[in-house]
């Protein structure tokens, strides 16, 4: 079954064509980050306005990449939630329209959900139980997913997403947007031991996470310094603050991802998100799934980050089980997984 996605839930526009759950035909995504940058993160005006201007190139440079006709789509998903209501709305809006014209079956798509999925579509792998890190700009989940659309969640951060933490913490430093690539960058030169930053909750037998502490410990840690200048770029203790800011955050997502899997006694973890994006996290990961015997799967990083093939690839698994979504489906910003 061939089947269109589209995603605009945040700040890219996307849309895919996924050949029955597993094979990525194609994966436009039209990233916002240079309309945003001026403001240091995402205008919410701006980014609806700019889905609705480019979604239907966006959608028909993903049917020519794919090297199909709309004739030949069978399905059509679009997220509907969780995110942005005015860019949710952008391309719920668009899949409808298309299902509506074409007289095909349409179904509106958790965004988690479809994260849960991306890193079986990038592995090419039939779905195993597994537990499952989201880990992004505006989640940070861990899930216990026993087979696609059968998931619990176990825990989620109480107050920043790891992703908002690193852009706050770059943004505090004057570094550009997003946060997370910046820090990494000037991180590879630093020393992770060389500041020690709270490891929030990491020994807590819960499976939540807090990351507002590390942000503000970066916070006093600048108030403390008497000559702010030492950390122009390029600065050696800067390097050392990025370096020791992102161990303190990757250290915490990987021990409690790997608590968590053995909590649930699975031999599969996934990494899904913007963050997961980040070679220190996949690096430290691998490391820590080996030492206890467990299977890791990271999206690739195009699928990390935003995309409609993971749209797609779950889409697939519900229109197979017969689901539709009424043409009424409305954008649900708050949807949960
Ligand atoms: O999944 P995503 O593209 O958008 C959502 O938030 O849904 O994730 C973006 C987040 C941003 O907070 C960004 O700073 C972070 O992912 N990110 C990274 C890296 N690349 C992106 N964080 C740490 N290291 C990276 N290399
Ligand atoms: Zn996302």
């Known amino acids: 079954m061939l089947v269109l996605g589209i995603e605009t839930s945040c700040d890219e526009t996307s849309a895919a064509v996924v050949r029955d759950g597993r094979e990525i035909l194609s994966n436009v995504v039209a990233s916002q980050i240079a309309l945003h940058q001026p403001y240091g993160g995402v205008v919410p005006e701006l980014a609806s306005r700019h889905h609705l201007e480019v979604i239907d190139t966006i959608v028909a440079e993903s049917l020519n990449e794919a090297g199909v006709r709309l004739d030949d789509i069978e399905g059509v998903a679009a997220t509907c939630g969780p995110g942005l209501a005015s860019s949710l709305l952008i391309g719920l809006t668009a899949g409808k329209a298309i299902a509506l014209a074409r007289g095909l079956p349409f179904i509106g798509i958790n965004h988690l959900e479809a994260h849960l999925v991306s890193p079986w579509l990038s592995a090419r792998r039939e779905f195993e139980p597994n537990v499952s890190l989201i880990v992004s700009g505006g989640h940070t989940i861990l899930v216990h997913a026993r087979a696609v659309s059968d998931h619990t969640v176990l825990g989620q951060t109480l107050d920043d997403a790891a992703g908002e933490a690193f852009d706050k913490v770059a943004k505090l430093l004057g570094l550009g947007y997003p946060g997370g690539p ?18 929030g909750k990491l020994n807590d037998p819960d499976h939540d996470f807090s990351f507002s502490g590390i942000k503000t410990a970066v916070l006093y840690w600048l108030r403390k310094q008497p000559n702010p200048s030492i950390l ?34 699975v031999r599969a973890v996934t990494v899904s998100g913007g963050v997961a994006c980040n070679g220190a996290l996949r690096e430290q990961l691998a490391v820590a799934c080996q030492r206890h015997r467990i299977e890791l799967f990271v999206a690739d990083r195009k699928l990390c980050t935003d995309n409609a093939a993971m749209i797609a690839g779950i889409a697939f698994h519900k229109l197979r089980a017969g689901l539709r979504s009424p043409m009424d489906l409305d954008a649900q910003p708050n949807l949960r997984l």
């Open 232 to 265: 122009h770029p390029p600065s050696s203790i800067l390097n050392d603050l990025c370096a020791s800011f992102q161990q303190a955050v990757v250290e915490v997502l990987v021990g409690k991802t790997i608590a968590a899997a053995r909590a649930c006694r």
């Open 182 to 199: 910046e820090i990494e960058k000037c991180a590879r030169d630093g020393n992770p031991a060389a500041i020690p930053f709270p490891r």
